[in-house]
């Protein structure tokens, strides 16, 4: 299919696996919020099961069957080298395959991606396009879990850097000796997506640009379980609603700078709850569901924390040992 010139407000990506127990309110209210541009979902689970049928339509489904055939040399040759699951670590390097893959066939010159556990505060397509400078814009620390591409060039860029990578023998043991030194030094981290999405920014130059620092006094969070120079409260960042619009408040200067769209990674997920749009009676039950299936879920998974922490303690151990 011919490729379009770019959109004024380009088109919103999720990629999905399953149904967890917080992506129905990511995914109402990115329909709800941002009405200038087109949802698109790829996932193994129809969409129509969970969405009401007042935004149903916004939302178009792509079944992951359709589009992971893009990803199968890049699975012939993956090697893990993480300390998260292996089938978690696989697909998030997978989806942009699949991503480039949705927009080839159907002809998206620009998109941006949101990480399923992103609760947007806005209309992200129309202020994210507004924005004047980047091909591509994700945040360099934390990654792509906002990520616009302006320009799909940027990610086949990405895309061909990553399979190029670990179908290479020399590069691919260059990834090996990375990740041995992160172990070495008493830390834990991986080879993930991040990895390349930085050398992406390195590459793109003055065509790169972070969607974290506050632009006309508006931002994208990093993650909710992280202070960055924001009042937080019980480990997360004070979130202030007024209206439709969100805010969050400079520990430096006392200003409050509205935040468009709110990054709730690992246990911080329970607290999507407070912060979802509800307007009706199933926008509550959605909402007191999401609490209640959180609470369980991460009681359930308490042990793997513990065995990230001792494997965390274990590491700067053994190096202060050999120093």
């Known amino acids: ?20 127990f917080y992506f129905p309110t990511v995914l109402v209210q990115a329909a709800r919020r941002c009405t ?6 790829i996932s193994d689970v129809d969409p129509t099961s969970f969405v009401p049928a007042d935004v149903r339509p916004r939302v178009a489904w792509s079944p992951s069957s359709t589009l992971d055939h893009a990803a199968d040399e890049f699975r012939r040759h993956y090697v893990h080298l993480s300390v998260n699951r292996p089938w978690l670590e696989q697909l998030c390097f997978e989806r942009w395959f699949m991503i480039k ?53 940027q990610l086949e860029r990405l895309c061909e850097d990553i399979l190029t990578t670990y179908r290479t023998p020399e590069r691919l ?9 992160i172990g070495e030094r008493g830390q834990v981290g991986s080879i993930s997506d991040m990895f390349f999405f930085e050398r992406l920014a390195n590459a793109a130059g003055n065509d ?14 990093h993650c909710m ?33 509205r935040v468009l769209a709110l990054h709730f990674q690992g246990v911080t997920k329970i607290w999507m709850a407070w912060h979802a749009d509800i307007h009706n ?18 009681a359930s998974r308490a042990h793997r924390y513990v065995i990230r922490k001792a494997t965390i303690l274990w590491r700067r151990l053994r190096v202060r040992t050999a120093a």
């Open 173 to 181: 043991e260059g990834l090996r000796k990375t990740y041995d030194a």
């Open 225 to 257: 379980g992280m202070t960055e120079g924001y009042r937080s409260r019980l480990g997360t960042k004070v979130v202030r609603h007024r209206g439709d619009d969100a805010y969050c408040q400079s520990i430096a200067t006392g200003e409050w700078a």
């Open 281 to 298: 009676a199933e926008d509550a039950q959605r909402s007191l569901w999401l609490w209640c299936r959180g609470a369980v879920s991460y």
């Open 1 to 20: 299919m011919t490729r379009t010139v770019p959109d004024v407000s380009p088109p919103i990506v999720f990629v999905q696996r399953g149904l967890a």
């Open 101 to 153: 893959e949705l927009c080839r066939l159907q002809g998206l010159a620009s998109i941006i991606h949101l990480d399923s556990d992103v609760l947007v505060e806005s209309d992200v397509g129309r202020h994210l396009a507004r924005r004047t400078v980047g091909k591509v814009m994700f945040s360099r620390r934390m990654g792509p879990h906002v990520a616009y591409f302006r320009d799909i060039a």
């Open 208 to 221: 790169y640009a972070d969607t974290f620092p506050v632009v006309d006094g508006e931002f994208f969070d």
């Open 36 to 41: 200038s541009s087109r949802i698109h979902l």
